[in-house]
């Protein structure tokens, strides 16, 4: 079994920072994608940034250059960091990693969740 555990969400005023961080533990043979998704009542998950075991990333329009996802693969670690955040950037926002547990099963994996509330 897999787990990811985010950390660092908040309230920050506008104009501010916030560095999310998920780590990944348990059964894990190697990491594909990590990435962070941001999700609303009543609305659907949404990517907001993702990043390859290689390192190269993607990221929404709404947060080009405003966050940076990066990764520490030693650690199993993904990051991203949040500057410039505007009210509307409030959401939960969720780790998801796709994971190989053996050498023939590849499994999506999921955290639980962190709010991010950024007030005007």
């Known amino acids: 079994q897999v787990q990811l555990v985010e950390s660092g969400g908040g309230l920050v005023q506008a104009g501010g920072s916030l560095r999310l961080s998920c780590w990944a533990s348990g059964s894990i043979f190697s990491i594909y994608d990590m990435g962070w998704y941001r999700q609303a009542p009543g609305n659907q998950r949404a990517l907001v940034a993702l990043?390859?075991?290689?390192?190269?990333?993607r990221y929404s329009d709404s947060v080009k250059g405003r966050f940076t996802i990066s990764r520490d693969n030693a650690k199993n670690m993904v990051y991203l960091q949040m500057n410039s955040l505007k009210p509307e950037d409030t959401d939960v926002y969720y780790c998801?990693?796709?994971?190989?547990?053996?050498?023939?099963?590849?499994?999506?994996?999921w955290g639980q969740g962190t709010q991010v509330t950024v007030s005007s």
């Open positions: 998801n990693a796709w994971v190989k547990v053996s050498s023939t099963a590849l499994g999506d994996y």
């Open positions: 990043i390859t075991s290689g390192g190269n990333t």
